[in-house]
């Protein structure tokens, strides 16, 4: 006989292996139960915790009740004289009267008690079409064409066309383009008529204006910049621009100058630097200028006139610094959602509490069975304790499952 007899087979234990099986499983799944359990009621308290914390609706109201406010102020006080007041945008003596614009932007409105009002803007369109074209074609030095400028489609929706110009006038042109020029904005007052006055005198002063200049610093309608790059994909991909000899040459052109303006007198316009800066929107850091890139042009060359004016460069608005949008990109940070924050907090809370509560599902489904096994054996053994206690007449060495055993 071998070793283990049985012909050199050991014999197999099919009940002890099959019970070892069965203990592994039980112990598997009371691990997945208690881990889904600790996991539930840990996510439950943390969206608990999120949403105590958020205080979504408080904030809001308070939010919302500034800015009704400040609605109300613009519509009984600001509004009217703003609207009634003339702006002109200029760049050295060629000035383009602005025209009014009532753009709605919208705004959280879920609360239901936020204000409305009727927004006012001023605006030009472009820079580069209304001023800087016109000047270029009356600069009699370059010797630009008299024709194919798209002068017909102006009041149209069509897209401005350019005449072919020659190299030399393209690099003229990129030049003038380039060069900053200072852009001001000139608030026009009627001056009062004396009442004394006679009727010529009347007159003359009526069609004599007044204007306040504010200026928005010196603007180039398109720029370029030459920086050291560290090869020609990141300048070519990254920047947009073209690489030769270790240098990377990009280009932008002026998107929008955006100033908010207010009285500091009775009659005098000056550019409001509430909130830090005179621009109008927080996301750029209350910056007057906006620039968007243009790639740069394969051959190594500046961008020509027609490529500019496809991108449009220019647009002039100008705003009052009471007017309730500019409030409400300073109080929602850019986002116009009023608690924003918070709202995203108690977004956050309650998707916690959901998974958390989910996740107590297959926890106490696979703990059940457990808790039912170690009820069922905690009774077993109050039984039995219960039934020694009550014996007797019997041997006091004598168990309570010796008739089942």
């Known amino acids: 006989m071998g070793p283990g007899g049985n012909n050199g087979y050991q014999r197999f234990d099919r009940a002890n292996a099959y019970a070892e099986d069965i203990a592994h499983g039980e112990r598997?799944?009371?691990?997945?139960?208690?881990?889904?359990?600790?996991?539930?009621?840990?996510?439950?308290?943390?969206?608990?915790?999120?949403?105590?914390?958020?205080?979504y609706t408080a904030v809001k109201m308070k939010a919302v009740g500034g800015y009704d406010e400040i609605v109300d102020r613009w519509t009984d006080v600001y509004s009217e004289d703003f609207s009634a007041t003339r702006f002109d945008v200029a760049i050295g003596d060629a000035a383009v009267t602005t025209t009014q614009t009532h753009e709605i932007t919208p705004i959280d409105h879920a609360s239901g008690k936020v204000h409305d009002y009727y927004p006012t803007a001023f605006e030009i369109a472009s820079l580069l079409e209304q001023i800087a074209i016109p000047n270029l074609r009356a600069n009699e030095t370059m010797d630009l064409p008299v024709d194919g400028w798209g002068d017909?489609?102006?009041?149209?929706?069509?897209?401005?066309?350019?005449?072919?110009?020659?190299?030399e006038q393209e690099v003229a042109v990129?030049?003038?383009?380039?060069?900053?020029?200072e852009v001001t904005v000139r608030a026009y007052s009627t001056p009062v008529t004396p009442a004394d006055s006679s009727d010529d005198a009347s007159d003359a002063e009526s069609s004599s204006e007044t204007f306040d200049s504010i200026s928005l610093g010196e603007r180039a309608l398109v720029t370029k910049t030459e920086r050291r790059s560290n090869g020609w994909k990141p300048c070519k991909y990254q920047h947009?621009?073209?690489f030769r000899a270790g240098m990377c040459t990009t280009y932008t052109v002026l998107d929008t100058l955006c100033v908010k303006v207010s009285k500091k007198s009775e009659q005098n316009w000056i550019a409001n630097v509430t909130?830090?800066?005179?621009?109008?929107?927080?996301?750029?850091?209350?910056?007057?200028?906006?620039?968007?890139?243009?790639?740069?042009?394969v051959n190594a060359g500046d961008p020509?006139?027609?490529?500019?004016?496809?991108?449009?460069?220019?647009?002039?608005?100008?705003?009052?610094?009471?007017?309730?949008?500019?409030?409400?990109?300073?109080?929602?940070?850019g986002s116009m959602f009023f608690a924003e924050k918070q709202a995203g907090q108690s977004a956050a809370a309650v998707v916690l509490l959901c998974v958390g509560g989910a996740c107590l599902v297959p926890g106490v489904v696979l703990g059940l069975p457990f808790l039912s096994r170690m009820w069922r054996g905690r009774e077993m053994i109050r039984k039995t304790r219960s039934?020694?206690?009550?014996?007797?007449g019997r041997n006091t060495h004598e168990e309570e499952f010796d008739d089942i055993l």
């Not at 017909?152 to 190299?167: G, I, M, R």
């Not at 990129?174 to 020029?181: D, H, I, K, V």
């Not at 039934?387 to 007797?392: I, Y």
């Open 28 to 55: 598997r799944t009371l691990q997945c139960a208690g881990s889904a359990l600790f996991t539930g009621v840990v996510l439950l308290l943390w969206g608990f915790m999120s949403m105590y914390s958020s205080d």
């Open 240 to 242: 947009g621009g073209y």
């Open 275 to 297: 909130y830090g800066g005179p621009g109008c929107d927080n996301k750029r850091d209350w910056e007057i200028e906006s620039r968007k890139m243009t790639r740069a042009p």
């Open 387 to 392: 039934a020694r206690r009550g014996t007797t």
């Open 152 to 167: 017909a489609a102006e009041n149209s929706d069509s897209e401005h066309t350019t005449p072919v110009l020659t190299s």
């Open 174 to 181: 990129f030049e003038y383009l380039s060069t900053p020029r």
């Open 304 to 333: 020509n006139l027609a490529t500019v004016r496809h991108l449009g460069a220019g647009r002039v608005i100008i705003r009052s610094a009471f007017d309730p949008l500019i409030a409400a990109r300073n109080i929602t940070d």
